[in-house]
Structures are given as C-alpha cells and as structure tokens.
C-alpha cells in the first residue's frame, strides 16, 4: 500500500470564488473528517494529489500546520470535462484501525476453450482492512472456467488481515457462451437498420 506524504493548508474561505482561486493556484479544496472531530477545511497541491490518487485507496500523511495525521480519501469530485480535480473528502484513520474500503478485483489465466465471454458482475469488493493494510486490489483465477460457472465473492482469496464485508454468496464474475448471430435462410431479405 501506497503512503504519500502531503503538506496541507488550513482555509477560512469557502464558496465558489474561493474554490476556483485555490484551482487557479494549481491546489485542491478538501475537508478532512472522522473520529468525532470538527471538520478541517484545507488546500492540499494539485499535482501531487493527482499522482497520489492514481493508487487505489491510497494512505494519505498529511502535514497540517505542522500537526501530522492519516487519511484516506473517501470521495474525490472531478471536473466533468477536463477531469481535473474539483474536491477530495479524506477520513481520518489512525494506525491499528478498521475501515471499510472497495478493492478492484483483478483476473488472471484463460478461460477454457471456447466461445465463452466472461461477464464483471462486480468490479470491486467491499473489504474491512487495517487502514496501514489496505490491499490495491485482489485476484481471482478464471482458469478453466466453462459457461455457467460464476465465481462468488467467498471465492476470492483476501490477503490476511482483510475480511469480506460484501454478500459472501454474491456473483463477483460468471462465464457466459457467446451467442452467434443466425445467418437469414435462403430467400429472405437480410435485416436492415431502418
């Protein structure tokens, strides 16, 4: 797991002129919450917050006035169209503590011979982890799969100190026979788009 270190700056002003002049300034306007305290309104650098995001729930360091804590994000707003990023809610998380978190389920191996297609019923698991633990993703083998085999969430190996928090019985992915499109008989008129 992914620790980035971010110096981070308290912020008395809010509203849309304010968020637009913390942008222009190539930062980002964030609250920091949990643990029973008072929001934290900061300005957290654009660009390293970007890179930082690219890992999945990465551990945040943060480096407010000097007071160091650790957050998580918890919902990150971009700008619709040029993807920028607009807001980022962090949660507090201390060493030692459970949080709830989504992992993307990766797959690995080929599916046995086939016109099979393999169907994502979910893309991610809702896991319970220690927040310094935080698996990036997990891994399922689709090996050898046929047509009518589906892989529930109970399924998939978690890395130790991680436990399920989604459905156990779940569909996470299932393997479907391609169907093929019927040629048209003899004599009649091919199907056409109106």
Do not use: C, W
């Not at 390293?48 to 804590?69: F, H, S, W």
């Not at 310094?132 to 589906?150: F, K, N, Q, R």
């Amino acid at each position: 797991m992914a620790d980035v270190k971010l110096a981070a700056e308290t912020r008395t002003e809010f509203g849309k002129g304010a968020a637009r002049r913390i942008r222009r300034d190539s930062k980002v306007p964030a609250v920091v919450y949990g643990h029973g305290a008072e929001p934290v309104h900061i300005t957290l650098p654009g660009h390293e917050l970007q890179l930082a995001l690219r890992t999945p729930n990465v551990l945040l360091t943060l480096d407010i006035e000097g007071k160091t804590q650790l957050a998580i994000p918890k919902a990150v707003q971009r700008d619709a169209i040029k993807g920028f990023l607009a807001h980022v809610d962090l949660l507090l998380v201390k060493r030692g503590e459970k949080v709830n978190v989504e992992v993307y389920v990766h797959t690995e191996g080929e599916l046995a011979p086939g016109a099979y297609l393999l169907e994502h019923v979910l893309s991610t698991l809702n896991v319970e982890a220690e927040a310094t633990h935080i698996p990036e993703s997990v891994t399922v083998s689709i090996a050898g799969l046929e047509a009518g085999d589906s892989i529930l969430a109970k399924d998939i190996p978690l890395p130790e100190g991680t436990t399920l928090v989604t459905d156990e019985d779940a569909v996470v992915l299932q393997v479907l026979a391609a169907q093929a499109e019927e040629a048209p008989a003899e004599g009649e008129p091919e199907a056409t788009e109106a």
